[in-house]
């Protein structure tokens, strides 16, 4: 019932810029937290922003001052705009979503992903 569809990725150039976005069915974007995450081949997934049920934000270090992550409640979307990207950026960015169970397990959901990829 909850998917999450990611787009935007593609190929650009350092110091570049890209807008993904997320857009989420099944769920209502702003009575849960959503999260952008990346992972480079071999790497561990690691989160990269998120923004939670009553607007709080949270970035990363390492994209803190060239990332933002934004809601459009109307259109049920998340984005993620990327400017001033690296190399390092360079990863399959993937949205999630959690649903806490009453045990306090949760139950995740993800997007299949979208490449982005930095040229040097």
């Known amino acids: 019932q909850v998917q999450l569809v990611e787009s935007g990725g593609g190929l650009v150039q350092v110091g570049g810029s890209l807008r993904l976005s997320c857009a989420v069915s099944?769920?209502?974007?702003?009575?849960?937290?959503i999260d952008w995450y990346r992972q480079a081949p071999g790497k561990q997934r690691e989160l990269v922003a998120g923004?939670?049920?009553?607007?709080?934000?949270n970035y990363a270090d390492f994209v803190k001052g060239r990332f933002t992550i934004s809601r459009d409640n109307a259109k049920n979307t998340v984005y993620l705009q990327m400017n001033s990207l690296k190399p390092e950026d360079t990863a399959v960015y993937y949205c999630?979503?959690?649903?806490?169970?009453?045990?306090?397990?949760?139950?995740?959901?993800w997007g299949q992903g979208t490449q982005v990829t930095v040229s040097s």
């Open positions: 099944g769920i209502t974007v702003s009575m849960y937290a």
């Open positions: 999630n979503t959690y649903i806490p169970q009453r045990n306090r397990e949760r139950t995740d959901y």
């Open positions: 923004i939670q049920r009553r607007g709080t934000i």
